[in-house]
């Protein structure tokens, strides 16, 4: 996370899981992986959630690791947000990310890890459907 502090006073979930984040985690990953072939690459946030849904056999450690953890915060927000406002009517997601994201989102139960963390409101999530705008 310094390479993100340098940058900024403080860290929000709003700017954790959104496009100006994945530069951040690119940056971090590139220098965990520099044996990666797309370590330190110059290429942009679409391009590199592009590659990384692209990558299916999951060669990129770098790739791999800005997708899951992306997703990861993504649905943590996303659990909190039901659970916060109890939106049994169902979640809209919207934007850009968010669309370039739904292959990945189709392939697995991506709120699953809240689930399991949070078991006292998993029933209240699985009642909530979630639809992608596009």
Do not use: W
């Not at 029933?123 to 909530?128: A, C, D, K, Q």
């Amino acid at each position: 996370m310094d390479i993100y502090k340098d940058k900024h006073s403080y860290i929000c979930i709003e700017r954790s899981f959104c496009g100006p984040a994945i530069p951040h985690m690119f940056a971090f990953y590139s220098q965990r992986f520099p044996e990666d072939p797309f370590a330190n690459k110059n290429i942009s946030s679409k391009e590199i959630i592009a590659e990384a849904i692209n990558d299916k056999e999951g060669h990129s450690k770098v790739l791999q690791g800005v997708l899951d953890l992306m997703l990861k915060i993504y649905a943590a927000a996303m659990g909190n947000f039901i659970v916060q406002h109890m939106c049994v009517g169902g979640l809209y997601l919207v934007g850009g990310l968010t669309n370039s994201l739904i292959p990945k989102l189709k392939s697995y139960d991506f709120l699953a890890g809240f689930k399991g963390r949070h078991p006292e409101v998993a029933s209240v999530i699985e009642m909530v459907p979630i639809a992608v705008c596009n």
